[in-house]
């Protein structure tokens, strides 16, 4: 059975990078689907941040991909996100997911979520 | 960016209802489209891809349909863990995932 678990701080001070894990467990991250980030702000709907394949080539949202680095550690099946220069609106809860190669590239399996709040 | 837009954002039914939701693009997107549940304080999950083609272990009762612009989710009756927010996404135009603002079905 394959398992997503999020873990990071849940408060981020205002400027500072904000730094999350994601454990993949039943699955090796290296084989063949993108593993995502996705994040909802209180109250509001989902946005897709990026996606990372195999460990090599990534994908970001325009409006974060200055800010945004996804990467794979292999050694221990997890991703980890980094974005920086949070600010208040980075406040959200933040998922990560697989999502399928093929097809309509489908966010099939999620995490159950971890809440960042930017404040000082 | 191809736009997606639900609607009704929001729609009040009882046990048993017949639900539609309806999800548009900006422009065509063939049947690249996805629909989500998310249930309160839970993570979302995958209830059809490609349109029409129910996820494993999903309920018959959830159904989708269309392409190009125009999409639909359907429950063809309503069940207490049915009561949440439901999103459309595309995956037409890669790699930009979008998402629609998402549809709050809740108890009449």
């Known amino acids: 059975q394959v398992q997503l678990q999020e873990s990071g701080p849940g408060l981020v001070k205002p400027s500072e990078t904000l730094s999350l894990t994601c454990a993949v467990s039943?699955?090796?991250?290296?084989?063949?689907?993108?593993w995502a980030w996705i994040r909802q702000p209180p109250g509001m709907g989902l946005e897709w941040i990026g996606s990372?394949?195999?460990?090599?080539?990534?994908h970001y949202t325009p409006s974060l991909k200055s800010r945004v680095t996804i990467l794979v550690d292999t050694s221990k099946n997890h991703l980890s996100l980094r974005l920086s220069s949070v600010t208040a609106t980075d406040t959200a809860m933040y998922y990560c997911?697989?999502?399928?190669?093929?097809?309509?590239?489908?966010?099939?399996?999620w995490g159950q979520g971890t809440m960042v709040i930017v404040s000082s | 960016d191809i736009q997606m837009t639900q609607s009704p954002s929001s729609l009040s039914a009882s046990v048993g209802d017949r639900v539609t939701i309806t999800c548009r693009a900006s422009q065509s997107i063939s049947t690249y489209l996805n629909w989500y549940r998310q249930k309160p304080g839970k993570a979302p999950e995958l209830l059809i891809y490609?349109?029409?083609s129910l996820q494993r272990a999903v309920p018959s009762r959830f159904s989708g349909s269309g392409s190009g612009t125009d999409f639909t989710l359907s429950i063809s009756s309503l069940q207490p863990d049915d009561f949440a927010t439901y999103y459309c996404?595309?995956?037409?135009?890669?790699?930009?995932?979008?998402f629609g603002q998402g549809t709050n079905v809740e108890i009449k």
């Open positions: 039943g699955y090796s991250i290296t084989s063949g689907y993108y």
């Open positions: 996404q595309q995956s037409y135009s890669t790699p930009s995932w979008t």
């Open positions: 490609a349109a029409s």
């Open positions: 990372i394949y195999r460990g090599g080539s990534t």
């Open positions: 997911a697989r999502q399928a190669v093929a097809g309509t590239k489908a966010f099939d399996i």
